[in-house]
């Protein structure tokens, strides 16, 4: 099995990259028991989240992909508010803004939360997004924007996309399909695109036809295919994941 020392560089990309501010971070006293990540334009601020979610959210990555540490980052619930001190006015997309932003937040997470992470690359099911014989049914962007719309609505989900490319897009199917998501199409440009799909995750080989009749959207596979002319192959490969080798839970501040 190969292993990175992900916390040696980790200490020297989260220790050089931009940093919040001002950041408060306080156990959530919400009664609610959802939770939410919101970041804007100067500021960042989260509401009864749990470190695991933090993890996954500055990595990027998804619930697989993270394993071990303590039992309470699964369970301890956190507020944040954090300021930039800066408008960010040289961010030309959307997509280099959340990069910036999680970037701010591991450099957080590694100071308020002592947080240390080990990187492994381990074999695991995964899928390859692959350019179906036909080619894509996509439309070229002039610009990486990276902007993402999803919606559920009756009858399955949607999602809309400015300026996406291939490896934005294999990262968000990454978390719909349950596994990860290699971009294997060879397109380097940059597409807007829309997709409507079911949240039934039928095999590839299933066919378009849901077995919930009230579901009137085709399955991600089928959607894929015939709405973008992509499809996801499924197959053995590796994929990084995030061992927690330290955590601590931050005094209010």
Do not use: C
């Not at 993270?66 to 001190?85: H, K, L, M, N």
């Amino acid at each position: 099995m190969k292993l990175a020392l992900f916390l040696l560089t980790a200490i020297v990309a989260w220790g050089q990259g931009p940093v919040f501010e001002v950041a408060s971070v306080k156990p959530s006293r919400s009664i609610r028991e959802g939770s939410s990540i919101h970041n804007e334009i100067g500021r960042f601020e989260t509401e009864n989240v749990t470190l695991f979610q933090l993890i996954q959210y500055a990595l990027p990555a998804q619930d697989f992909q993270v394993v071990g540490g303590p039992g309470w980052i699964g369970d301890a619930r956190f507020d944040i508010v954090a300021r930039t001190g800066q408008s960010d006015s040289d961010v030309k997309n959307q997509a280099e803004r959340i990069a910036r932003i999680r970037a701010r937040l591991r450099h957080l997470l590694e100071d308020r939360f002592q947080l240390q992470l080990r990187e492994e690359q381990r074999e695991m099911p995964v899928y390859g997004l692959e350019v179906e014989k036909g080619g894509v049914r996509m439309k070229a962007a002039v610009a990486p924007i990276g902007n993402v719309n999803r919606n559920s609505v009756p009858g399955g989900s949607t999602m809309s996309g400015k300026g996406m490319t291939m490896q934005r897009l294999a990262e968000i199917l990454s978390g719909i399909a349950g596994r990860p998501v290699h971009d294997e199409t060879g397109l380097n440009g940059a597409y807007d695109l829309e997709i409507k799909y079911s949240l039934e995750m039928a095999p590839p080989d299933a066919g378009a036809t849901p077995k919930d009749s009230s579901i009137t959207y085709p399955s991600l596979f089928t959607a894929l295919k015939e709405q973008l002319g992509l499809r996801l192959t499924g197959k053995k490969g590796t994929a990084p994941v995030w061992v927690v080798v330290r955590a601590e839970k931050p005094g209010e501040n």
